[in-house]
């Protein structure tokens, strides 16, 4: 057998189903997984449940209503919400024939199918909706730290409110997401305004004048840019660029009455509620769809990838995918950033086993299967693991041990014969105890209320 030189760290930069043994690049026995779709493992699925639960109670508070989203839509949805010239649908799509020869995508992003849904299922007729979403994304993007090919959004749309007061809702609710995740001095929030679409339609052409001057200094992204999607320039991250997008005419000094005044109104409400924000005039959003307000919650935390949440208003989305004019608002945050951050805090709540019961012989097997499910019916807060495949008793106290049960529960002959139960104290120094086994629900229904 060869020595495998397996470099984990390395796995990313390698061609699909690769590994490295004696420093040979080699085809694997083993199917790997899609590179930039990576596992999330019992370790690490704890942080995504705390991320995952605060923000449903979260939007419970708010009085926001889940809405589930298949991940499979027509390919022609999101050319025609996200945008033909935009870099997701250029270039970053997982598209396929499906057996029917229709043109189908994985879902890249959740504001187009929900669009599509309420449409379909006639939610916006005479009614405002407040909706959210969670689930997995997909980009065929270069996997990087921060940057995955399969990644997870928890999103929230709002339809049917027009006015500054919706936008700071948003913002205010994922402000104290950061706070109830302890991450309030991680995160910091931009906003900016791109105006109607009459006011970006001149502001793009003062921006294009702008830009052909400088035409020589442009990258080649920026040049292909220039006429098909010359906002997104401004987004680029390229430090060549820096100075010339810096010195680039601002969407705020084109804004329209009405646009302006939203923003200032939302500007003066997050101040009321004390939220502190950068006006960020070059903040533009990747997709065509967005209007009026957009905001970023980045962090200095994570690098190049330091956009936590995004969002914005895109009150033509609607009517564009063929609904009636319906304003719109909404936002995505990245699962995966988030967990990045939340790396080093302690997780507040384990999930281990309250007890793991050792079933030591095969009388007590018997008997310990109805022992545990009639605590399973008596104490339904119990989270209770039962030994499975036999074992000696050491290496079933062993399990017990790796369970991280707090307490182990033994069910041996000697037990069974003076209808006891034994008692394990497994974290602390409480040692063991027999007792009765029909005082056994009490004794548990005191530790779970401790
Ligand atoms: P970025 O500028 O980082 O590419 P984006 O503008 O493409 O982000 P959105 O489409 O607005 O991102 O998605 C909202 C959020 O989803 C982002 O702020 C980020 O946290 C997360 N996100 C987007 N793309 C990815 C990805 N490929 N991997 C992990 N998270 C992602
Ligand atoms: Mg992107």
Same mark, same amino acid.
């Given at each position: 057998?060869?020595?495998?030189?397996?470099?984990?760290?390395?796995?990313?930069?390698?061609?699909?189903?690769?590994?490295?043994?004696?420093?040979?690049?080699?085809?694997?026995?083993?199917?790997?997984?899609?590179?930039?779709?990576?596992?999330?493992?019992?370790?690490?699925?704890?942080?995504?449940?705390?991320?995952?639960?605060?923000?449903?109670?979260?939007?419970?508070?708010?009085?926001?209503?889940?809405?589930?989203?298949?991940?499979?839509?027509?390919?022609?949805?999101?050319?025609?919400?996200?945008?033909?010239?935009?870099?997701?649908?250029?270039?970053?799509?997982?598209?396929?024939?499906?057996?029917?020869?229709?043109?189908?995508?994985?879902?890249?992003?959740?504001?187009?199918?929900?669009?599509?849904?309420?449409?379909?299922?006639?939610?916006?007729?005479?009614?405002?909706?407040?909706?959210?979403?969670?689930?997995?994304?997909?980009?065929?993007?270069?996997?990087?730290?921060?940057?995955?090919?399969?990644?997870?959004?928890?999103?929230?749309?709002?339809?049917?409110?027009?006015?500054?007061?919706?936008?700071?809702?948003?913002?205010?609710?994922?402000?104290?997401?950061?706070?109830?995740?302890?991450?309030?001095?991680?995160?910091?929030?931009?906003?900016?305004?791109?105006?109607?679409?009459?006011?970006?339609?001149?502001?793009?052409?003062? %921006? /294009?004048?702008? &830009?052909?001057? !400088?035409?020589?200094?442009?990258? =080649?992204?920026?040049?292909? +840019? @220039?006429?098909?999607?010359?906002?997104?320039?401004?987004?680029?991250?390229?430090?060549?660029?820096?100075?010339?997008?810096?010195?680039?005419?601002?969407?705020?000094?084109?804004?329209?009455?009405?646009?302006?005044?939203?923003?200032?109104?939302?500007?003066?409400?997050?101040?009321?509620?004390?939220?502190?924000?950068?006006?960020?005039?070059? %903040? /533009?959003?990747? &997709?065509?769809? !967005?209007?009026?307000?957009?905001? =970023?919650?980045?962090?200095? +935390? @994570?690098?190049?990838?330091?956009?936590?949440?995004?969002?914005?208003?895109?009150?033509?989305?609607?009517?564009?995918?063929?609904?009636?004019?319906?304003?719109?608002?909404?936002?995505?945050?990245?699962?995966?950033?988030?967990?990045?951050?939340?790396?080093?805090?302690?997780?507040?709540?384990?999930?281990?086993?309250?007890?793991?019961?050792? %079933?030591?012989?095969?009388?007590?097997?018997?008997?310990?299967?109805?022992?545990?499910?009639?605590?399973?019916?008596?104490?339904?807060?119990?989270?209770?693991?039962?030994?499975?495949?036999?074992?000696?008793?050491?290496?079933?106290?062993?399990?017990?041990?790796?369970?991280?049960?707090?307490?182990?529960?033994?069910?041996?002959?000697?037990?069974?014969?003076?209808?006891?139960?034994?008692?394990?104290?497994?974290?602390?120094?409480?040692?063991?105890?027999?007792?009765?086994?029909?005082?056994?629900?009490?004794?548990?229904?005191?530790?779970?209320?401790?």
């Amino acid at each position: 057998m060869p020595a495998f030189n397996w470099q984990p760290g390395r796995a990313d930069s390698l061609p699909d189903g690769q590994i490295v043994i004696n420093g040979k690049s080699v085809l694997s026995k083993h199917i790997q997984a899609i590179r930039g779709m990576n596992d999330i493992l019992p370790t690490e699925t704890p942080r995504w449940w705390l991320i995952e639960n605060v923000f449903a109670e979260l939007m419970a508070a708010y009085g926001y209503a889940e809405i589930r989203l298949p991940i499979v839509e027509k390919t022609e949805l999101f050319k025609r919400s996200i945008g033909e010239v935009t870099d997701i649908v250029e270039k970053e799509m997982y598209t396929f024939e499906d057996r029917n020869g229709d043109s189908l995508t994985l879902r890249p992003e959740g504001t187009a199918g929900c669009v599509r849904a309420c449409i379909q299922n006639g939610l916006l007729y005479n009614q405002t909706q407040r909706l959210w979403y969670k689930g997995p994304m997909f980009r065929h993007e270069r996997p990087q730290k921060g940057r995955y090919r399969q990644f997870h959004q928890l999103g929230v749309e709002v339809f049917g409110f027009g006015g500054p007061d919706i936008d700071a809702e948003l913002i205010m609710l994922t402000a104290r997401l950061w706070k109830k995740l302890g991450l309030a001095d991680d995160v910091s929030l931009e906003i900016n305004s791109l105006g109607s679409v009459e006011a970006r339609r001149v502001y793009r052409l003062a %921006l /294009v004048d702008y &830009l052909q001057q !400088y035409r020589e200094q442009l990258d =080649e992204d920026s040049l292909r +840019r @220039l006429d098909t999607n010359p906002l997104r320039i401004l987004d680029s991250k390229n430090p060549q660029m820096q100075a010339l997008i810096e010195a680039a005419p601002k969407m705020m000094d084109f804004l329209d009455e009405e646009s302006r005044l939203h923003f200032d109104r939302l500007c003066q409400l997050l101040d009321t509620v004390g939220i502190t924000y950068r006006i960020n005039t070059r %903040l /533009v959003r990747g &997709l065509d769809y !967005y209007c009026k307000t957009v905001f =970023e919650w980045v962090t200095a +935390r @994570l690098g190049a990838q330091g956009t936590v949440c995004a969002g914005g208003r895109f009150d033509g989305l609607v009517e564009q995918l063929g609904g009636r004019a319906t304003t719109a608002m909404g936002f995505a945050l990245g699962m995966e950033r988030l967990v990045a951050l939340l790396e080093n805090s302690p997780l507040p709540k384990s999930h281990a086993p309250h007890a793991y019961l050792l %079933l030591a012989g095969e009388a007590a097997e018997r008997k310990g299967v109805l022992l545990a499910e009639q605590l399973r019916d008596r104490l339904p807060g119990l989270r209770l693991q039962v030994n499975a495949g036999g074992g000696s008793f050491k290496s079933q106290m062993k399990r017990a041990d790796k369970s991280n049960a707090l307490l182990a529960l033994i069910l041996g002959e000697d037990e069974i014969k003076r209808d006891e139960i034994g008692i394990k104290d497994l974290r602390g120094n409480a040692g063991q105890i027999s007792i009765a086994r029909a005082e056994l629900t009490d004794y548990l229904q005191n530790m779970l209320t401790l």
